[in-house]
């Protein structure tokens, strides 16, 4: 792959991850126009990009997902001594349970496995049909336009109140199927939970911090499952430079992308994103029907 090529792929994962403007669709777009195969040794090139935009989600939250990964494994510990002191009891013996779920940082674990579940059957389930969408780019330009009415309805929603100790498992739930639907190119994962969590009454910023940090487990469950076919499709010794700086550039593009959306969520609207996705979405839809 043309190293031009792989600095473009790398800025728009980047910008396109965090921003609600797809990156699924844009790179679908994209390797229509540009002729570029990520299928053939481009397998692995798709794997580093999102591998990029981990990093970049895990460098801006460092310090949540730190407090994040302490609690969890805190709950798992008490789960089990929990455990251990249901069976003492059982045989006459003595023990006081511990009460699992007792931080904001554990009610947040809690809500981001949640939201992790229907996000991963419906991953699965819809593995086959999201791939043959990404091949026909009418399908990306359709979703585009539903990523901008998405925005619209996020721009009218009422401002919530609703951080993790206020937030319930159905919201997580639905919050996760919705994650799971913007598995469709061009239907914005960010944009697409960014709405859906405003409609269940989170707080602006919380909204935009959990959509971002609810993705981590949904992006590496894609990778592992895209690992598996790699072998398949073995990159070629001429395309690992470029792999590298994309997935660089993809990190360092999607960190500032991150911190521009924790800004603008602050009373700022999405309507420039609507109108751009409306654009781009035409756009596509019109090059799909007379190419």
């Known amino acids: ?4 090529k792989a600095i473009i792929l790398g800025i728009v994962q980047g910008l396109a991850e965090f921003l609600p403007i797809s990156s699924s669709g844009h790179l679908a777009i994209i390797k ?15 794997v580093m990009l999102h591998l990029g935009t981990l990093v970049a989600i895990f460098v801006a939250f460092w310090r949540d997902i730190r407090r994040m990964i302490v609690e969890g494994l805190h709950i798992i510990g008490d789960v089990f001594h929990n455990i251990v002191t249901w069976l003492h009891r059982l045989v006459g013996g003595q023990g006081k349970y511990h009460r699992v779920i007792r931080s904001s940082y554990r009610k947040f674990v809690m809500l981001v496995i949640v939201s ?27 979703c585009l ?32 199927i919705a994650q799971g639907l913007a598995t469709m190119p061009g239907l914005s994962r960010s944009g697409t939970t960014i709405t859906a969590c405003l409609l269940c009454g989170f707080e602006k910023r919380f909204a935009v911090k959990y959509s971002f940090i609810m993705s981590i487990p949904a992006v590496l469950g894609a990778v592992v499952l895209e690992l598996k076919d790699v072998g ?14 994309a997935t660089v550039i993809a990190a360092i593009v999607g960190y500032l992308s991150i911190c521009f959306m924790m800004r603008l ?25 007379i190419r």
Request: some cysteine.
């Open 32 to 46: 229509e126009i540009m002729h570029v195969d990520l299928e053939s040794g481009g397998m692995f090139f798709d």
């Open 145 to 176: 336009l539903v990523t901008a009415v998405f925005l619209v309805i996020a721009d009218l929603a009422d401002t919530g109140e609703k951080r993790p100790r206020e937030a319930s498992y159905a919201d997580a739930g639905l919050i996760g």
């Open 1 to 4: 792959m043309p190293l031009w």
């Open 265 to 289: 969520v602050r009373g700022k609207s999405y309507r420039g994103f609507v109108v751009y996705c409306a654009i781009v979405g035409i756009l596509a839809i019109g090059y799909g029907i």
């Open 116 to 142: 992790t579940i229907p996000t991963g059957i419906i991953g699965v389930l819809f593995k086959e049909t999201v791939e043959l969408a990404a091949s026909l780019i009418i399908v990306p330009g359709i």
């Open 232 to 245: 398949k499709h073995p990159i070629a010794s001429a395309d690992i430079l470029p792999c590298i700086i």
